[in-house]
C-alpha cells in the first residue's frame, strides 16, 4: 500500500464522515483590545486525538488553549466539547485540565499535595486520595521524592510533577502549552516518547501548543499550523510535511527548496513548470493548477540527489556548483549553486563508511529529483 | 562541555593567583569594614544607650542633677565605684509590679497596639492586593500615593484627625448633615480615636510588604488553582493568602512593634481616659521626673517587644531560604 511518509496508523477519526467530533471551536474570534489574537477560526478535534497546534510565537495557538481552559472567552463564535457548549463555564467547572508552561507549581506544596490539590477539591474521600497520588507518582517515577517541596526539584521533575497533577483528575481533554519548552534537547527527546505512552495508556485527549515543529511531528497525530490567528492546514505530520498546502507551511515545517514558476504545460495532474531562467522542472504532482498559473515548486533537501555527473535518464537534472558542504555524521548537506545563482539545498544519508568520487567545495555538480518528489502549490 | 568548564577554572584560579597579596588584604578589610560600620552603629546608638538606661533603672530617684543616685564614677577610685555598684537594687521593678497602673498599662498596650495591628492588616491586605493586580504601568504611581502621607509631619497628621474625629468636627458635621445620626458621635479621646490614628498612621508599613510578597507570586498559580476545580475564594485562602505569610508576618509585626510603645497618637488622640505604656512613660519621666521608674518600665517594653522582633527576623530568615 503506497501511503505518504513512512508511518500508518490505524487511528484517523478524521477521515471518517462518521466520527463525531470531540471539540469544535466553530468560528471562533478572540480580541485583546484592537489586536485580534484568534481570526475566525475552526477546528475539529477528536477523542484520543494527540493534536498539536503549531505556530510562532504570538499566532494565537496559546489563547486557543486558553479558551478551552476558560481563562479566556471567545470575543465570537464557540467552543464545544463533547457538544456541550463551554460558553460561560468558569475554569473551576471544565473536565478539562491544563499543564502549564510554567508548571505554575504551588512552592508551598510538598510533591504529593501538588498532586492532589484537584483530588481535594472534588471531595475524593481520603484513601482514594492517597492511592491515585501513589498511582501518579509511579507513572511519572518520582516516588521517592513525594514529600519534597517543588523548589528542591531538577527542571525535568518539576515538569513530571505538572504532569502528574494535570492528569491526577483524569480529564476528558489534557491541555499542555509548551510542556517540554524548558527541557534540554536530550530530555525533551525522552519526554516527548514518554507523553505519547503516556497518552496512549491513559486514552486521554491531548491538545499540545507547540513552536517546536520537530516536537508536534514526533508526537501528534494531526498538527494544526497556525499564523496570525488563523489555520494555514490541519493534517497529519507526514502530510504536512509531504504534502503542504501553501508556501507558508512548506516553509514552516523542515527545510524546502522552493522555486517559482508559471505551469508551462500540463495534462493530467502532471506538468511543467517554467521558471523563467531555462530551467524546467516536470513534476507529476501539479494538482489541478491551470496552465499559466503562478505556482511554488517546493521539494524537500533530501529527496534532491547530487552527483557529479549527469545522472543517466533523469527527468530533472540541474546542473551547478557546490557551493557549501555540512558533514553532520549521519548526513552531508550540499548547498548547491545553480548556473541562474540559485541555491539548492540537498541532504545524504551517509549510509556507507566511505563514499567513492565524494564532492569537493566548488565542484560542478548536477541535482536530480523524480518526477513526484516534489509538490505545487498554489497558495 | 566539561573541558571548557575545567579550563574556566583553571584561568579563574590563575587569575586570583595573579592578583597580588595586598591587593586581596586591602578587598577583605574593605569587606570586613562595610560589616563594621552596622555594628558600631548598634553599639553606639542602641547598646551603650542601654546599658545606661538599664543602669538608671537600677538606681534611686535624688532630687538632684542627674535626678537618680548613685552616679557611677572613678571619684573614689575603685573602692568607692565598689560601694556605689552595691547601691544598685532592683526596687523599680518590684514597683512595677506591685502597682496594678502599670501591668494594666502594658496590658491595654498589647491589647490596643494588637487590635490595630488586625485592623490594619484588614484595610491594607485588599489595597496591597489591588496594587499588585494594578496593570503594571499604574504600580509605581500607586505605590507613590502610599507613600504621599510621609512628605507631611506625623505630628500634623495626627493633629488633623483631631479636627475630624471631635463632637463638632467634620465627620459629625458630615454624618449630622446626612441625617445618619442625630447626636454628634463620642469617638475622640476613646480607644476608637486610638485605633483609627494607628491604622491611619502605620498603614503604609503594612501594605508595603504585603505589596512586594503579592507583587512577585506567579499569577499562573491561580490559574493552575482554578483549572484543578478551585472557584476563586477557596483559590485566595489556599494559595495566594498562604504565599503572602512572609509580607502578612512583617507588616503585622512592622505595625505591632511601634504601635505598642506608641505615644503621639494615645497622647492627641486618646485623651486621659486612656491608658498605654508610651503615656505612661512619658509621664513618669517628664511629670513625676522619676527617671529610674521611667528606666524600668522602657526596659520592660524593650523585653516585652523582643519577642515580636524575633519571630520577625525568624520569619524573615525563612522567607529567604525560600527564595533561594
Given at each position: 500500500m503506497k501511503s505518504l511518509g513512512s508511518i500508518r496508523r490505524d487511528f484517523a477519526p478524521w477521515n471518517d464522515p462518521n466520527a463525531k467530533p470531540y471539540i469544535q471551536f466553530d468560528n471562533v474570534t478572540k480580541k485583546f483590545g484592537d489586536f485580534t489574537a484568534v481570526n475566525n477560526l475552526s477546528l475539529t478535534i477528536f477523542e484520543r486525538e494527540f493534536f498539536a497546534l503549531l505556530g510562532a510565537s504570538g499566532c494565537g495557538k496559546s489563547t486557543l488553549l486558553r479558551m478551552l481552559a476558560g481563562f479566556e472567552e471567545p470575543t465570537a463564535g464557540r467552543i464545544l466539547l463533547d457538544g456541550q457548549d463551554l460558553r460561560g463555564i468558569p475554569p473551576y467547572r471544565r473536565p478539562v485540565n491544563m499543564m502549564f508552561q510554567s508548571y505554575a507549581l504551588f512552592p508551598h506544596m510538598t510533591v504529593e499535595n501538588n498532586i492532589a490539590f484537584g483530588l481535594k477539591q472534588d471531595g475524593m474521600p481520603k484513601p482514594e486520595i492517597a492511592a491515585r497520588v501513589g498511582e501518579m507518582l509511579k507513572l511519572v517515577k518520582l516516588e521517592q521524592f513525594a514529600k519534597r517541596k517543588p523548589h528542591q526539584l531538577s527542571g525535568g521533575q518539576r515538569q513530571r510533577v505538572a504532569l502528574a497533577r494535570s492528569v491526577a483528575k483524569r480529564p476528558k481533554v489534557l491541555l499542555l502549552d509548551e510542556p517540554l519548552g524548558a527541557l534540554d534537547k536530550k530530555l525533551r527527546e525522552e519526554t516527548q516518547f514518554e507523553l505519547m505512552d503516556l497518552q496512549q495508556s491513559l486514552g486521554l485527549t491531548f491538545v499540545v501548543v507547540t513552536h517546536d515543529q520537530e516536537e508536534a511531528m514526533t508526537m501528534a497525530d494531526r498538527i494544526a499550523i497556525i499564523d496570525k490567528g488563523e489555520v494555514m492546514q490541519v493534517a497529519t505530520p507526514a502530510e504536512v510535511y509531504e504534502a503542504p498546502g501553501s508556501r507558508f507551511v512548506a516553509g514552516f515545517v523542515g527545510n524546502v527548496n522552493m522555486f517559482e514558476g508559471k505551469i508551462a504545460r500540463g495534462d493530467a495532474g502532471a506538468a511543467s513548470i517554467d521558471t523563467g531562467n531555462g530551467i524546467t522542472i516536470r513534476t507529476e504532482n501539479a494538482g489541478d493548477a491551470a496552465i499559466g498559473a503562478a505556482v511554488a515548486f517546493a521539494i524537500r533537501p533530501e529527496k534532491i540527489k547530487v552527483s557529479s555527473k549527469k545522472p543517466d535518464g533523469a527527468v530533472n537534472a540541474i546542473e551547478g556548483e557546490v557551493y557549501d558542504i555540512a558533514y553532520l555524521g549521519d548526513m552531508t548537506v550540499y548547498h548547491v549553486r545553480l548556473d541562474d545563482g540559485h541555491v539548492v539545498r540537498a541532504s545524504t544519508m551517509n549510509a556507507a563508511r566511505i563514499t567513492e568520487d565524494p564532492l569537493s567545495w566548488n565542484d560542478r555538480a548536477w541535482v536530480s529529483f523524480r518526477p513526484d518528489a516534489g509538490v505545487v502549490l498554489t497558495r | 562541555m566539561s573541558n571548557a568548564?575545567?579550563?574556566?577554572?583553571?584561568?579563574?584560579?590563575?587569575?586570583?593567583?595573579?592578583?597580588?597579596?595586598?591587593?586581596?588584604?586591602?578587598?577583605?578589610?574593605?569587606?570586613?569594614?562595610?560589616?563594621?560600620?552596622?555594628?558600631?552603629?548598634?553599639?553606639?546608638?542602641?547598646?551603650?544607650?542601654?546599658?545606661?538606661?538599664?543602669?538608671?533603672?537600677?538606681?534611686?530617684?535624688?532630687?538632684?542633677?542627674?535626678?537618680?543616685?548613685?552616679?557611677?564614677?572613678?571619684?573614689?577610685?575603685?573602692?568607692?565605684?565598689?560601694?556605689?555598684?552595691?547601691?544598685?537594687?532592683?526596687?523599680?521593678?518590684?514597683?512595677?509590679?506591685?502597682?496594678?497602673?502599670?501591668?494594666?498599662?502594658?496590658?491595654?498596650?498589647?491589647?490596643?497596639?494588637?487590635?490595630?495591628?488586625?485592623?490594619?492588616?484588614?484595610?491594607?491586605?485588599?489595597?496591597?492586593?489591588?496594587?499588585?493586580?494594578?496593570?503594571?504601568?499604574?504600580?509605581?504611581?500607586?505605590?507613590?500615593?502610599?507613600?504621599?502621607?510621609?512628605?507631611?509631619?506625623?505630628?500634623?497628621?495626627?493633629?488633623?484627625?483631631?479636627?475630624?474625629?471631635?463632637?463638632?468636627?467634620?465627620?459629625?458635621?458630615?454624618?449630622?448633615?446626612?441625617?445618619?445620626?442625630?447626636?454628634?458621635?463620642?469617638?475622640?479621646?476613646?480607644?476608637?480615636?486610638?485605633?483609627?490614628?494607628?491604622?491611619?498612621?502605620?498603614?503604609?508599613?503594612?501594605?508595603?510588604?504585603?505589596?512586594?510578597?503579592?507583587?512577585?507570586?506567579?499569577?499562573?498559580?491561580?490559574?493552575?488553582?482554578?483549572?484543578?476545580?478551585?472557584?476563586?475564594?477557596?483559590?485566595?485562602?489556599?494559595?495566594?493568602?498562604?504565599?503572602?505569610?512572609?509580607?502578612?508576618?512583617?507588616?503585622?509585626?512592622?505595625?505591632?512593634?511601634?504601635?505598642?510603645?506608641?505615644?503621639?497618637?494615645?497622647?492627641?488622640?486618646?485623651?486621659?481616659?486612656?491608658?498605654?505604656?508610651?503615656?505612661?512613660?512619658?509621664?513618669?519621666?517628664?511629670?513625676?521626673?522619676?527617671?529610674?521608674?521611667?528606666?524600668?518600665?522602657?526596659?520592660?517594653?524593650?523585653?516585652?517587644?523582643?519577642?515580636?522582633?524575633?519571630?520577625?527576623?525568624?520569619?524573615?530568615?525563612?522567607?529567604?531560604?525560600?527564595?533561594?
Open positions: - | 568548564a575545567v579550563t574556566a577554572a583553571t584561568t579563574s584560579s590563575a587569575a586570583d593567583a595573579g592578583k597580588s597579596a595586598l591587593a586581596r588584604l586591602g578587598e577583605a578589610f574593605v569587606g570586613r569594614l562595610v560589616i563594621i560600620i552596622p555594628y558600631l552603629w548598634l553599639v553606639f546608638f542602641f547598646l551603650i544607650p542601654f546599658v545606661i538606661v538599664f543602669k538608671i533603672s537600677l538606681s534611686q530617684t535624688a532630687i538632684a542633677i542627674p535626678p537618680y543616685t548613685p552616679v557611677l564614677g572613678f571619684g573614689d577610685g575603685l573602692s568607692g565605684l565598689l560601694d556605689q555598684l552595691k547601691q544598685l537594687s532592683i526596687d523599680n521593678y518590684t514597683w512595677l509590679t506591685q502597682d496594678a497602673l502599670y501591668v494594666n498599662a502594658y496590658v491595654t498596650s498589647v491589647i490596643v497596639a494588637a487590635i490595630s495591628t488586625v485592623l490594619t492588616l484588614l484595610v491594607g491586605y485588599p489595597i496591597a492586593y489591588g496594587m499588585a493586580r494594578a496593570p503594571a504601568t499604574l504600580r509605581p504611581t500607586l505605590l507613590m500615593l502610599v507613600i504621599l502621607p510621609f512628605w507631611t509631619s506625623f505630628l500634623i497628621r495626627v493633629y488633623a484627625w483631631i479636627g475630624i474625629l471631635k463632637p463638632e468636627g467634620l465627620l459629625n458635621q458630615l454624618l449630622l448633615a446626612s441625617g445618619v445620626i442625630n447626636q454628634p458621635l463620642i469617638i475622640l479621646n476613646t480607644y476608637t480615636a486610638i485605633f483609627i490614628g494607628i491604622v491611619y498612621s502605620y498603614l503604609p508599613f503594612m501594605v508595603l510588604p504585603l505589596y512586594s510578597a503579592l507583587e512577585k507570586m506567579d499569577y499562573s498559580l491561580i490559574e493552575a488553582a482554578k483549572d484543578l476545580g478551585c472557584p476563586p475564594t477557596s483559590a485566595f485562602w489556599k494559595i495566594t493568602f498562604p504565599l503572602s505569610l512572609p509580607g502578612v508576618i512583617a507588616g503585622c509585626l512592622l505595625v505591632f512593634i511601634p504601635a505598642v510603645g506608641e505615644f503621639v497618637i494615645p497622647d492627641l488622640l486618646g485623651g486621659s481616659q486612656t491608658l498605654m505604656i508610651g503615656k505612661t512613660l512619658w509621664n513618669e519621666f517628664f511629670a513625676n521626673r522619676d527617671w529610674p521608674v521611667s528606666s524600668a518600665v522602657a526596659v520592660i517594653l524593650l523585653l516585652l517587644l523582643i519577642v515580636p522582633i524575633m519571630l520577625f527576623q525568624r520569619a524573615q530568615a525563612r522567607a529567604q531560604e525560600q527564595d533561594k
